[in-house]
């Protein structure tokens, strides 16, 4: 079921794994496979979630109540479904601080209001930091990256693809009653050219994934960044109403995983410093201590 809901649900990451390590890619299944059903429970979508082992039991309930009681199995190490098992597991094993599984249910829990409104920028950073900079974290200890700046810049990558699927979703979003930025265009571009400056501060981070894992990382960036740069094309308001879901063809990942290749080269003679974005940690840091979960 794994790989089938990764190729479904998750294309550009799907593509990008065919560049992993058979024991990586088994270890990213597990992440993504909890992480897609806290963020469907959260979303209440059943194509998804009512395929879980006795999912049926939770028709009727809330998200909010069934991510209570699945937070309550991940404090109790409840191993009621395997997809808990499995994330028990890979957390011990890979001596993953279990507060970065506590911020992403404080972020998908928030998305549980009957409206959800973010109006500053600290808001926006921290719940983009839990419900995404999170799984950066996850998968950047899955890779053995150690070096504190590179985790930061990890946190930076998980948070830019957030801000992209916020400027992607606006119209989403409003239907669910939640609204992350302001539904215009010049909030869009905004939110695209904020997501930049993390893609751009978690490049050199990637340098520290061992080689062979090293390329798809920078492949995910890329054809993810491109979602954005297709957002921009749109030009206005009414074209990108218009759209509809806004991705990224196959046409067009081929082209960014050819690109690929001169940031691989590019990364080579990259020197990793001090980690760029020190004020937007810091904004984050004023509710979350990111030190205890790096």
Known sequence: MKNNLLKKYAKTFYWASFFLSSKIYNKSLIIYNYCRTLDDIADLNPEFFYQLHNA???DGTNSKEILKKYRSYWRTKN??????????KLFEQEKIS?????????????????????NSKKNLLIYCYRVAGTVGLMMSKILEVHDKN????????????????????????KKMGRQYINHDFESIIKTIKMADVFYESSFQSIKSIPLRCRFSIIVARRIYREIGNNI???????????????????????????LSFYDLIKLTFTKIEDHRLKQEHNIIMEEINLNERI
Not at 98 to 118: A, Y
Not at 232 to 258: D, L, P, R
């Open 79 to 88: 191993d009621f479904e395997p997809i808990n098992k499995e994330m028990y």
């Open 56 to 58: 049926e039991q939770y």
């Open 98 to 118: 279990r507060k970065i599984v506590e911020d992403l249910f404080d972020g998908l829990e928030s998305d549980c209001q009957e409206k959800v409104k973010i």
């Open 232 to 258: 921009m094309k749109k030009k206005n308001i009414e074209n990108y109403n218009n759209a509809g879901k806004i991705f990224v063809s196959n046409y067009e990942k081929v082209i960014q995983t050819i």
């Open 150 to 173: 590179s985790l930061k810049g990890a946190i930076d990558l998980g948070i830019a693809m957030q801000l992209t699927n916020i400027a992607r979703d606006v119209m989403e979003d």
